[in-house]
């Protein structure tokens, strides 16, 4: 089974500026990787799927990167609305699907 | 709009079962694969099983083989999980998910709200 590790548990940052989001696997698992973004009593939303393309109505200020074993999401400009939790996902390596822990991002 | 919706939660017993069951509309149902996925409040996302279009071929985490059955009408446009033999590990948020992606390379395209599952004596 593939571990995806995220860090920070938890990031503090302020209005308008930039969020950088790590995830880990513990193998390759190429390209294949996504992320989510969840609010409170909400179901999870997707941003990024295949490491870097963003998902349909996902503004441009979400991007991702990286292959392999280590991946980051970016958020630029951070709103008010992008207070949430983040998961990576991985999907070359199943059964299982796994996801990371996540981290949760609040205002600083 | 893709909507999935989900019911079927409940309060049950240890070694109880219960059956879930999510009604999707908005997009062509037996094209697709479908996917629960479960979460426990404060703690990572699980995947719990994969269906695939025709309802052929099933997938299981380790930890809910033998005991969850995961079947599809596509008459009904319907994904259901029976679950058996219920520990109170499984208590969870149970999600029905449409996958994006090809051959079996899926990522997590559209959740339902989920529902509820609580297995306490």
């Known amino acids: 089974e593939v571990v995806m590790t995220q860090s920070p548990a938890t990031l503090s940052v302020s209005l308008g500026e930039t969020a950088t989001f790590s995830c880990r696997a513990s193998q390759s698992v190429r390209r294949y990787l996504a992320w989510y973004q969840q609010k409170p009593g909400q179901a999870p939303r997707l941003l990024i799927y295949?490491?870097?393309s963003r998902a349909t109505g996902i503004p441009a200020r979400f991007s991702g990167s990286g292959s392999g074993t280590e991946f980051t999401l970016t958020i630029s400009s951070l709103q008010s609305e992008d207070f949430a939790v983040y998961y990576c996902?991985?999907?070359?390596?199943?059964?299982?699907?796994?996801f990371g822990q996540g981290t949760k991002m609040e205002i600083k | 709009d893709v909507h999935l919706v989900e019911s079927g939660g409940a309060v049950v017993q240890p070694g109880g079962s219960l059956r879930l069951s999510c009604v999707a509309a908005?997009?062509?149902?037996?094209?697709?694969?479908m996917v629960w996925v479960r979460q426990v409040p404060g703690k990572r996302l699980q995947w719990v099983s994969l269906?695939?279009?025709?309802?052929?071929?099933?997938y299981y985490a380790d930890s809910v083989k033998g005991r969850f059955t995961i079947s599809r009408d596509n008459r009904k446009n319907s994904l259901y999980l029976q679950m058996n033999n219920l520990r109170p590990e499984d208590t969870a948020l149970y999600s029905c998910?449409?996958?994006?992606?090809?051959?079996?390379?899926?990522?997590?395209?559209?959740w339902g709200k989920g529902t509820t599952v609580i297995v306490t004596s």
């Open positions: 996902q991985q999907y070359n390596n199943w059964p299982p699907y796994t």
């Open positions: 269906i695939t279009w025709d309802g052929g071929t099933a």
């Open positions: 998910v449409k996958p994006g992606g090809y051959y079996f390379n899926y990522y997590m395209d559209v």
């Open positions: 908005g997009f062509t149902f037996d094209d697709y694969a």
């Open positions: 295949d490491a870097s």
